[in-house]
């Protein structure tokens, strides 16, 4: 009679003690999970803020780079144009050297 009665106390018990096991387990389950998602949002929070960023100073550096070009553009224009006077000038001097040398010879 006794031993029966520890034999069903005992299983009580394990029974018991397997819920709490179980009821742990899944609360501890469902802890892991928030953190883990808190810990991936912030995550790819910092991603999308560096990726922003990147986008940012592409940008500013795009139109940096198109205004130098333009400027650049200028100036190739404006020594094209400096050049051409360069030449003509060139021109009118040997044509004034052959007339001197003319009249030398």
Do not use: C, P, W
């Amino acid at each position: 009679m006794i031993s029966t009665i520890i034999a069903i106390v005992s299983t009580v018990f394990a029974i018991l003690f397997g819920f709490f096991t179980l009821f742990f387990g899944i609360q501890n389950y469902r802890r892991n999970k928030t953190a883990d998602t808190k810990a991936s949002t912030a995550e790819m929070t910092t991603v999308l803020v560096k990726l922003e960023n990147m986008n940012d100073t592409m940008k500013n550096g795009f139109f940096e780079i198109k205004s130098e070009m333009s400027s650049i553009k200028n100036e190739v224009k404006d020594n094209f144009e400096r050049l051409v006077k360069v030449e003509a000038s060139e021109r009118a001097l040997h044509k004034r050297l052959d007339s001197i040398e003319g009249k030398v010879s």
